[in-house]
Every structure is written in C-alpha cells, then in structure tokens.
T-cell receptor, first 114, second 112 residues
Framework: SQQGEEDPQALSIQEGENATMNCSYK?????LQWYRQNSGRGLVHLIL?????REKHSGRLRVTLDTSKKSSSLLITASRAADTASYFC??????????????FGKGTKLSVIP | DAGITQSPRYKITETGRQVTLMCHQT?????MFWYRQDLGHGLRLIYY???????DKGEVPDGYVVSRSKTENFPLTLESATRSQTSVYFC???????????FGSGTRLTVV
C-alpha cells in the first residue's frame, strides 16, 4: 500500500502564482523527499527533509514537515510554465537499521498556465 | 556518458515471452531499485539491491526476477510476460541508501 498520499491530485495555476501540494503518510519516517517528473521522463530529486527538521528551503521551493500530523507540504513560489510536471512525495519508513527503500505517493499533477 | 541508463526505451512483446530490461549506472552506487509506474497506482517497488549479489523483494515482485552480479548492472527479467505487466519501468540508484535516488529515463513495456 502507498505510504504517502499527495493532495490535490491535480492543480492548475497561472504563471507567477504560488503552488502548494500536500503529502500525508502513515508510519514514522527517517526522512521525506519530493521528486518532480516531467511528462515521459524519469523522476528528479528536488529536496529532502529529515524527521527532526520542520522546514527547508531550496531556491523557490519550501518544504515543511509536521511529524505529529504525519504530513508535509511543498510550496513552489512564483511558478513558471517550466514547473509544469507531476510532483511526488516519498518516505523512508523508519524500520530499523538499513532502511533505504522509498515509498512513493501517487503524485500531484501541476499545470502552470503562461 | 556518466549516469543511469535504461534500455530499451520502448519494448513491445507477446504474452508468455521472456523479457529483460537493462539498467546500468556509472557511479558505482551501492543501492539500486526497480519500480513500475501505472496510472492510479503511482510508483511501486518491484525489487531492490543493497550491493552486488544482494537483492530483495519489494511490494510487487511476483513474475519478476533480478540479478546483480556487478555493482553497475541491475537487470530485471519478466519470466513469462503477462498483459498486467504492461507498464513504465524505472530503475534508480543511490549511494546513501534512501537519501536521494537518481532515476533512469524509464522503459515503456507493452505486453500484447
């Protein structure tokens, strides 16, 4: 079963607006990551936040993590048409030493209209 | 070229045939993974490997076989392809366990 679930499934915004995507997960985690997938391509790692962190920034990306609610959000500020893609959260479930498998959600499809 | 390469990019095969999807990475990453991506299911882990000669099942391993005789290669074999295995298959690698995967471009497999 999926560990992470993104919300919304699809999001359409105008260029320049901010885009917010949410991810909920079920079990304790070591870290949570966000990936982007352009149509017909592989996934690209965007940002990682550890379970003891609450917020992280990378360029126009801002990720928050609330372990008490088992949720994360990805904010893309000042969106561009090139941000059009699907975005996935992935979790590394805390299952003892050596845990290295990521479980992915089903993704949020973001469309940025020029 | 450095990176992670999957081949073929597209493949059409018939039900019952054996098919092998190739994955090659040039970084000597210890960890490698195979996922399948289907509409409505997202990405699901098929098999993974922590090092050469060490492999383990993921969420959906039935009907698939993997091997890892060399660190850089991680082929995925469908022993007897079925229509339900029509999917896009992604290989990924990592040098730090779960701390950031690098994905290949994928193989789109159609079983007719």
């Amino acid at each position: 079963s999926q560990q992470g679930e993104e919300d919304p499934q699809a999001l359409s915004i105008q260029e320049g607006e901010n885009a917010t995507m949410n991810c909920s997960y079920k079990t304790s985690i070591n870290n949570l990551q966000w990936y982007r997938q352009n149509s017909g391509r592989g996934l690209v790692h965007l940002i990682l936040i550890r379970s003891n962190e609450r917020e992280k920034h990378s360029g126009r990306l801002r990720v928050t993590l609330d372990t008490s609610k088992k949720s994360s959000s990805l904010l893309i500020t000042a969106s561009r048409a090139a941000d059009t893609a699907s975005y996935f959260c992935a979790t590394d479930a805390r299952s003892g030493a050596g845990s290295y498998q990521l479980t992915f959600g089903k993704g949020t499809k973001l469309s940025v209209i020029p | 070229d450095a990176g992670i390469t999957q081949s073929p990019r597209y493949k059409i095969t018939e039900t019952g045939r054996q098919v092998t999807l190739m994955c090659h990475q040039t970084w000597s990453h210890s960890y490698m993974f195979w996922y399948r991506q289907d509409l409505g299911h997202g990405l699901r882990l098929i098999y993974y490997s922590a090092a050469a000669d060490i492999t383990d099942k993921g969420e959906v391993p039935d009907g698939y076989v993997v091997s890892r005789s060399k660190t850089e290669n991680f082929p995925l074999t469908l022993e007897s392809a079925t229509r339900s295995q029509t999917s896009v298959y992604f290989c990924a690698s990592s040098d730090q366990g779960s701390y950031g995967y690098t994905f290949g471009s994928g193989t789109r497999l159609t079983v007719v």
